[in-house]
T-cell receptor, first 112, second 113 residues
Framework: QKEVEQNSGPLSVPEGAIASLNCTYS??????FFWYRQYSGKSPELIMF????GDKEDGRFTAQLNKASQYVSLLIRDSQPSDSATYLC????????????FGTGTLLAVQP | DAGITQSPRHKVTETGTPVTLRCHQT?????MYWYRQDPGHGLRLIHY???????DKGEVSDGYSVSRSKTEDFLLTLESATSSQTSVYFC????????????FGSGTQLSVL
């Protein structure tokens, strides 16, 4: 069973701090990784994707991928109360066209 | 929500009754998916479609069937609803062609009493 693991949280950070969200995955052959943000009662929204080892930056968000250690992380700089949400990590199943496996999500709470 | 409409948004039904949820897209995307989301389990794939009349099972397909007769519509049917199928159901679409980014509909809250 291919798995994606996340700490459910809540992760509480003060406003302006860096929030670090982590995800590990079991399928060593996975090549595509995604971060979704989900506000309470809403649908998931894609915020970042990464395919290569290293860092990928988009505004206040940085995705980090380490395939050797099988983990992917999301850093949120200058955290704002509006960033409070559940963050879902998703991994494409290798060999399966366009199928993603999701982690259970990490709840982030940014304290004003 | 990227041109995706789910209906109904909320439904309450009784155990043993059939239920059909509809997903309609205006993006002309090839791939369509049905996920369910439950506390402690995250999003789990029920069924997906890679073209008209082309569907396949996901990780939690028992008790569910799907149909896709047109590119824009993907139906999820619970033949005989059970209380364990109480959940939030999300439809998602992607363009495929090496692009696995999923875009989600607003969801359907289904309660089976």
């Amino acid at each position: 069973q291919k798995e994606v693991e996340q700490n459910s949280g809540p992760l509480s950070v003060p406003e302006g701090a860096i929030a670090s969200l982590n995800c590990t995955y079991s399928d060593r052959g996975s090549q595509s990784f995604f971060w979704y943000r989900q506000y309470s009662g809403k649908s998931p929204e894609l915020i970042m994707f990464i395919y290569s080892n290293g860092d990928k930056e988009d505004g206040r968000f940085t995705a980090q991928l380490n395939k050797a250690s099988q983990y992917v992380s999301l850093l949120i700089r200058d955290s704002q109360p509006s960033d409070s949400a559940t963050y879902l990590c998703a991994v494409k199943i290798e060999g399966a066209t366009n199928k993603l496996i999701f982690g259970t999500g990490t709840l982030l709470a940014v304290q004003p | 929500d990227a041109g995706i409409t789910q209906s109904p948004r909320h439904k309450v039904t009784e155990t043993g009754t059939p239920v059909t949820l509809r997903c309609h897209q205006t993006e002309n995307h090839r791939y369509m998916y049905w996920y369910r989301q439950d506390p402690g389990h995250g999003l789990r794939l029920i069924h997906y479609s890679y073209g008209v009349k082309d569907t396949d099972k996901g990780e939690v397909s028992d008790g569910y069937s799907v149909s896709r007769s047109k590119t824009e519509d993907f139906l999820l049917t619970l033949e005989s609803a059970t209380s364990s199928q109480t959940s939030v159901y999300f439809c998602a679409i992607s363009n495929g062609q090496g692009n696995e980014k999923l875009f989600f509909g607003s969801g359907t809250q289904l309660s089976v009493l």
